[in-house]
């Protein structure tokens, strides 16, 4: 700002700057500083009143730099130093611009909180300082790490320059050292800089758990979440205030209801031995107490396991740290079931403790437990090869145990897996040793989850009798109280088996059944899903208005799902696809697409690239299906023949395509 040309313009020589750090924090050193730096000449001003002619005199553009050293409301002439501050903003003539990690300035300044910098502003700070080579993805990446902070990036460009180090070396020196690095000879560093933040009189004055509390939030990559500071740190009576003083600082500030800080700041101050605070280790355990062992829709703290929705980054963190320390610890271990378990109902996705699960001996007591929910969140994301794989594995380890609950239990996940890879005979295979598990186990509940199954792979594999018989089996197993989402599941797959009969009063029916369980558990894959196959029973029966209302309805349950929003996205593309609607359809086709992507969801982006294909060759291919030459029998004829394949691929997203082309073909004069 002091040397932006329009500044220069109006204020010229008059544009003085003032370091507050380099004199002792009173007001005589103040004063006596001031009078030099305006140019007034008197040497041991006592107050502004010698200086007030000279101030006054012309406009002037007067910077305090770092003020937190003379405004510190803990220093010993802080109110004395304040109130000339305030007695400067009065003066129409003078723009007085104060910088300052602490927010205690006179309340007649604007206040301007300074973002960190944009990307493209992050990488040309680095790159005006760095001229050892081309601008690559290494160093980018490390410039996000340091989350686009302003003073860490100066550094590491200083540091790199004057070492001359490619960005090899650059690389290997921050994956070794991190904010070590950041170091310049001239420059100073990141470290001087907080810890001059914490030598202030307003840090040395907290509590001694201050600096210990201020490694918790730290260590965790979101921070602490304001409401639960109580619940986190009983012990620590005075901890509302400290975290209030630590924002006071820029130490911290706050973000969505969460006190945290800039990762250059959080890789300095956080633990380096977490095993050596015990305040950490007392979060840790407040966090894995509220992990549930198991989390099921039916059972009573199924709400109150939302929690992890807002924190699932930190306890993750928490686990990865913990795990890394002690492999062997079994509670630690029970407690990432219970994350993933989390995850699975209330925010699907990826984890990046994945490698550590399959690395664990098999003979752990935690291992097939975490395998299978590992398994459970590559089915999150449509990796159903991936899901296969581990619950392969997970299998083999509940055999070995012998464990017939467990393995019954792992052949009808099993058994859903190579369904949706079209490996329906395997899948039917499995869902039937699941249920003569259960049968001879006496779990009715159990049988019926894998009566649900085996229905679902029989309807995959074209035997839509024999799964409609197998689905009512079910619902005659299941309690009339609890297991609700077991029976939301039981009519969704006896919505899908009457619609596929080309029954649609019977298949609403089952379906609205559903929505209302599922509405009743306030259970959005269930919502979800429900909407979902009415929006299909609709479409297919021509009430397209009511089909693309449902499929409004499936995105709004897509919370923290992104491979459910993608289905609903590729279903509304086929809708509209099938409408002529052709530029919507891409554009829901390519969103559908993105996210598949980003997800590893490969068959499913496979079929969404050719769902674009479809979309583009639409015309041509309408012109060509069935012409005047080939209407009566033999046009009946492929009728026929595609309606048995919507029958036989009711399971594949593919239906679909055959669905769409049999109504082109039923309302087509030719035929």
């Given at each position: 700002m002091l040397h932006d040309d329009r500044i220069k313009k109006r204020f010229g020589e008059d544009r003085r700057f003032i370091r507050c750090d380099q004199f002792p924090a009173s007001r005589v050193h103040f004063l006596r500083r001031l009078s030099k730096a305006i140019g007034a000449g008197v040497e041991n001003p006592e107050d502004l009143t010698p200086l007030r002619p000279f101030l006054s005199s012309k406009e002037m553009f007067v910077v305090l730099d770092n003020a937190e050293s003379i405004l510190d409301s803990q220093g010993t002439d802080a109110r004395e130093i304040y109130d000339i501050v305030g007695e400067l903003t009065q003066f129409d003539n003078i723009c007085l611009c104060i910088t300052s990690r602490v927010s205690t300035v006179p309340p007649d300044c604007g206040t301007l909180k300074v973002p960190t910098l944009s990307m493209k502003a992050a990488y040309d700070a680095f790159y005006r300082i760095y001229k050892q080579g081309e601008r690559t993805d290494r160093i980018n990446n490390i410039l996000e790490q340091l989350d686009f902070h302003p003073l860490s990036i100066t550094l590491l460009a200083t540091v790199a320059q004057q070492n001359e180090w490619d960005a090899s070396r650059l690389t290997r020196e921050w994956e070794r050292q991190r904010?070590?690095?950041?170091?310049?000879?001239?420059?100073?560093?990141?470290?001087?800089?907080?810890?001059?933040?914490?030598?202030?009189?307003?840090?040395?004055?907290l509590d001694p758990d201050a600096r210990e509390l201020l490694g918790v939030v730290a260590f965790f990559p979101q921070g602490v979440k304001e409401k639960n500071a109580d619940w986190l740190f009983p012990a620590i009576s005075d901890g509302p205030n400290m975290l209030d003083k630590f924002c006071v600082l820029s130490l911290t500030y706050r973000s969505n209801g969460f006190i945290t800080m800039l990762a250059p700041l959080r890789d300095y101050l956080r633990p380096k031995d977490p095993m050596s605070s015990p305040l950490l280790g007392t979060t840790k355990e407040h966090y894995l107490t509220r992990l549930p062992a198991d989390v099921y829709p039916d059972d009573p703290g199924f709400k109150e396991s939302k929690w992890i929705t807002s924190e699932d980054l930190?306890?993750?963190?928490?686990?990865?740290?913990?795990?890394?320390?002690?492999?062997?610890?079994?509670?630690?271990?029970?407690?990432?079931?219970?994350?993933?378990?989390?995850?699975?109902?209330?925010?699907?996705?990826?984890?990046?403790?994945?490698?550590?699960?399959?690395?664990?001996?098999?003979?752990?007591?935690?291992?097939?437990q975490c395998l299978q929910g590992l398994s459970s969140l590559f089915h999150t994301v449509g990796n159903f090869a991936e899901q296969k794989r581990l619950l392969t594995r997970t299998l083999k380890l509940w055999r070995e145990r012998g464990d017939d609950w467990e393995v019954a239990r792992i052949l009808g996940y099993l058994s859903d897996a190579n369904r949706r890879l079209g490996l329906c005979e395997e899948g039917i295979k499995q869902a039937r040793e699941a249920s003569e598990m259960?049968?001879?186990?006496?779990?009715?509940?159990?049988?019926?989850?894998?009566?649900?199954?085996?229905a679902e792979a029989l309807l995959g594999d074209g035997q839509i009798d024999a799964a409609e018989e197998t689905a009512s089996r079910a619902i005659e197993l299941l309690p009339e109280k609890g297991e609700q989402n077991l029976a939301c599941n039981c009519h969704q797959t006896l919505g899908d088996i009457y619609n596929s009969k080309g029954?649609?009063?019977?298949?609403?029916?089952?379906?609205?059944?559903?929505?209302?369980?599922?509405?009743?558990?306030?259970?959005?894959?269930?919502?979800?899903?429900?909407?979902?196959?009415?929006?299909?029973v609709f479409f297919m029966d021509g009430r397209f208005s009511d089909a693309h209302a449902h499929v409004e309805h499936a995105k709004s349950h897509t919370v923290n799902d992104t491979y459910l929003l993608a289905r609903a996205s590729e279903l509304q593309a086929m809708f509209w696809k099938d409408q002529h609607r052709f530029e919507e359809a891409k554009s829901e086709a390519l969103r559908a697409l993105d996210m598949y992507e980003k997800l590893g969801a490969a068959n499913d982006a496979e079929d969404v690239r050719y769902l674009l294909g479809e979309i583009d060759d639409t015309f041509e291919d309408m012109d060509g299906w069935v012409t005047t030459d080939e209407s009566g029998e033999d046009g009946e004829q492929l009728l026929e023949t595609l309606l048995l394949a919507v029958r036989i691929n009711h399971v594949f997203r593919r239906e679909h395509r055959i669905r769409m082309m049999t109504l082109r073909l039923a309302s087509s004069p030719q035929t």
């Open positions: 904010t070590g690095v950041l170091h310049a000879h001239h420059s100073g560093s990141l470290a001087a800089t907080i810890e001059l933040s914490l030598a202030s009189p307003i840090f040395q004055q930190n306890v993750e963190h928490l686990l990865d740290v913990f795990t890394s320390i002690d492999t062997n610890l079994e509670t630690i271990w029970d407690s990432c079931s219970g994350f993933i378990k989390c995850l699975y109902w209330h925010k699907p996705r990826l984890i990046i403790l994945g490698p550590k699960i399959e690395a664990l001996p098999d003979d752990h007591p935690s291992k097939p259960f049968e001879r186990l006496g779990e009715t509940v159990g049988q019926a989850r894998c009566l649900i199954d085996l029954d649609t009063e019977r298949a609403i029916h089952h379906l609205e059944i559903s929505l209302r369980i599922a509405s009743s558990l306030n259970l959005d894959p269930g919502l979800f899903w429900s909407h979902y196959a009415l929006a299909e």
